[in-house]
């Protein structure tokens, strides 16, 4: 539904992603206060903003995967892992610069997503789900037997990046590099299912028997799908690596892979836009349950502060639970109701 006023007389306006003037106004206006907040935010909050840009990042290969393809995947950070020791060992043990090692770890973790994506010819659902967290144990397995290479258990240093002069090592230089890579990303993304590629994955989610019958080459697209998230999850582990300085297998445990599930969940299976909704409002929620946790044993003078991080699991969990009952396609559509009511108010008949 468009604004009164708005009509299209060309494919293109039709296919545009922004439409009218004042949607580009707010888009402009939106990315300048985003740039603008290393001027005038801590530290610590543009270190949080600098973590949810690298989660956008890979929770974008897999709304691709399992939103728009319908294929169900609990081994995304198994990926997020490889793109971000290859980028590691590169630059930590042959001295390349983090722009040489980047194309390796994205290419390195979509080849790993076409191993991992073979089963997705004979299995879906909860199988496929299975043959994926599998995948997860494999690469940690890999990792902890590398020795010297992957650093094993102690983990593995990763040096800073350096653009010639430049070196990127506080959090305002990290906050430009993460959110221009996620920006750019994300139109890459919402380009891409708009596509004859998107629409594809559309159809294998919906009925991939149908879409059979209809010609599309159904393993092909799945693998495509599979390729594509891992390379967005590579990207993703790239940055994760160098921002956080050294790496070990504790920063890609498998809750991680839940969690990716749960902020498509919160914000909406199927959308781009629904990636950012559920990102934003699970970390800023870990953020207040984190300011606030320390204070409910005093509260509740019952409950011991060793049952704390038990408890905050629980929170978690039962938020998703929530959003499953009682608003299952996601804030992301939440969203779109409020939209769609401002556009006609005060006509709503």
Not at 100 to 120: D, E, N, R, V, Y
Not at 188 to 209: E, H, P, S, T, Y
Not at 284 to 302: D, K, S, T
């Amino acid at each position: 539904m468009k604004p009164c006023g708005t009509y299209d007389e060309f494919y293109s306006q039709d296919m545009a992603i922004v439409r009218t003037r004042f949607q580009w106004l707010m888009l402009i206006v939106s990315l300048s206060a985003l740039f603008a907040c290393p001027l005038f935010l801590s530290d610590y909050l543009i270190s949080v903003i600098n973590i949810i840009g690298i989660t956008i990042i890979a929770a974008l290969g897999l709304q691709i995967l399992t939103g728009y393809c319908g294929q169900l995947s609990l081994g995304h950070v198994a990926f997020v892992a490889i793109g971000a020791y290859i980028s590691s060992m590169l630059t930590y043990h042959l001295n390349w610069s983090w722009l040489a090692a980047l194309p390796c770890a994205i290419i390195g973790s979509a080849l790993f997503g076409l191993i991992f994506g073979l089963p997705a010819l004979r299995i879906k659902g909860f199988y496929l789900a299975l043959s994926t967290m599998a995948a997860h144990f494999i690469v940690i397995w890999l990792i902890l037997h590398g020795g010297t290479v992957t650093g094993a258990q102690d983990g593995l240093p990763v040096p800073a990046i350096d653009f010639g002069p430049l070196s990127i090592i506080n959090e305002q230089n990290f906050f430009y590099l993460i959110i221009g890579i996620m920006v750019i990303t994300t139109f890459a993304a919402k380009n891409l299912v708009r596509m004859r590629l998107g629409r594809a994955f559309i159809a294998i989610r919906d009925n991939d028997i149908a879409a059979e019958f209809m010609g599309i080459n159904v393993f092909y697209y799945k693998m495509v799908a599979f390729v594509i998230a891992s390379a967005y999850a590579g990207l993703a582990g790239a940055l994760y690596a160098p921002y956080f300085g050294i790496i070990s297998t504790g920063h890609f445990a498998f809750i991680e892979s839940l969690w990716y599930l749960g902020f498509l969940i919160v914000g909406g299976l199927g959308s781009i836009t629904g990636v950012y909704f559920g990102v934003i409002f699970l970390f800023l929620l870990r953020q207040l349950v984190m300011i606030a946790g320390p204070e409910i044993p005093n509260i509740i003078p019952g409950l011991s502060e060793s049952v704390m991080p038990a408890m905050m699991q629980i929170f978690f969990g039962t938020v998703i639970a929530l959003f499953l009952i009682f608003e299952p396609r996601g804030i992301y559509h939440r969203w779109e109701m409020v939209k769609s009511s401002i556009r006609i108010w005060p006509f709503p008949y």
